[in-house]
């Protein structure tokens, strides 16, 4: 297995990091995505905003709200 990266993140043998997984609640993040109620899913989210990370779900869905 590679080493981890300077930032700590956990990278497979392919060296890329990984993402979080999908089941987790939207109340279980470390700061909830407030467009979002608490029960929602990552992986709910994701196929609501259309992109993969958690800050990019983060920022398109500031960007929904705005609209």
């Known amino acids: ?6 930032d700590g993140r ?3 043998r392919d060296g890329k990091i990984s993402e979080k997984h999908g089941n987790t609640l939207n109340r ?3 700061t909830p995505i407030a467009q979002f109620p608490g029960g929602k899913t990552l992986a709910q989210m ?3 905003t ?3 990370s958690e800050s990019k779900v983060r ?8 609209k």
């Open 28 to 30: 279980n993040l470390p």
């Open 1 to 6: 297995m590679k080493e981890p990266g300077l």
């Open 50 to 52: 259309g992109e993969t």
């Open 10 to 12: 956990h990278r497979n």
């Open 59 to 66: 920022a398109a869905a500031a960007r929904m709200r705005k």
């Open 46 to 48: 994701r196929q609501a």
